[in-house]
């Protein structure tokens, strides 16, 4: 089955400054990758996610590119806020599966600092 | 925006004791999965459900799980016999066809149970 890595498993920053997380990803049939952030408590949220016929996708702060030949993605936050901090999961679709079921990354956790 | 509602948020049992956890997934969709968040730890697939059937479970989702959807409305998980080691939080979620290709609402997760064996 499929298996998902995720890194660095946490990462602080400085307000404003950019940061970056990385998922590989195990196999080359998955499709679909989306992101999650989840506060403390709360449901996985998603943020932004990526099919396997894109390269690149953006929105306003947050950017993932997915690389299909190496088999691996990577969240972009740039211009970082307070309010980004959180842990982020990334997934991956399990493919030929009728449910769908998403494995997910083991998770970043994400402090910006003041 | 449609939500997928989870009743009780905590439930505290001792163990040994059943108990069920509540889903009412958003109405059109079609799939619904149960996930299971122990804390500080990843979001682990338990089991998804379509058609009035698994359609899937993973190695965690033993004998002393099972789900139902008893109404048309609700989607339920009962674990049989508690164990300390089932203390986490439980999500489910729903998905409707064609939300991996861009269509429809897409993958959506409820706001949780959180579960406490003692």
């Known amino acids: 089955g499929e298996n998902v890595e995720q890194h660095p498993s946490t990462l602080s920053v400085q307000e404003g400054d950019s940061a970056v997380i990385k998922c590989t990803y195990s196999d080359s049939a998955s499709n679909y990758f989306p992101w999650y952030k989840q506060e403390l408590g709360k449901r996985p949220q998603l943020i932004i996610d990526?099919?396997?016929?894109?390269g690149e996708k953006k929105d306003q702060r947050i950017a993932v590119t997915l690389n299909k030949t190496a088999k691996h993605f990577s969240l972009h936050i740039t211009e970082t806020q307070p309010e980004d901090s959180a842990v982020y999961f990334c997934a991956a679709i399990e493919p030929d599966n009728y449910g769908q079921n998403f494995v997910f990354g083991p998770g970043t956790r994400l402090s910006v600092l003041p | 925006e449609p939500e997928v509602t989870q009743t009780p948020s905590h439930q505290v049992t001792q163990m040994g004791q059943e108990v069920i956890l509540r889903c009412v997934p958003i109405s059109n969709h079609l799939y619904f999965y149960w996930y299971r968040q122990i804390l500080g730890q990843k979001v682990e697939f338990l089991v998804s459900?379509?058609?009035?059937?698994?359609?899937?479970k993973s190695e965690i989702f033993d004998d002393q799980f099972s789900v139902e959807r008893p109404d048309g409305s609700n989607f339920t998980l009962k674990i049989r016999s508690t164990k300390l080691e089932d203390s986490a939080m439980y999500f489910c979620?729903?998905?409707?066809?064609?939300?991996?290709?861009?269509?429809?609402?897409?993958?959506?997760f409820g706001s949780g149970t959180r579960l406490t064996v003692v």
């Open positions: 979620a729903s998905s409707d066809e064609g939300w991996d290709r861009g269509l429809g609402y897409g993958y959506t």
């Open positions: 990526i099919r396997s016929n894109v």
């Open positions: 459900f379509y058609n009035n059937e698994i359609s899937e």
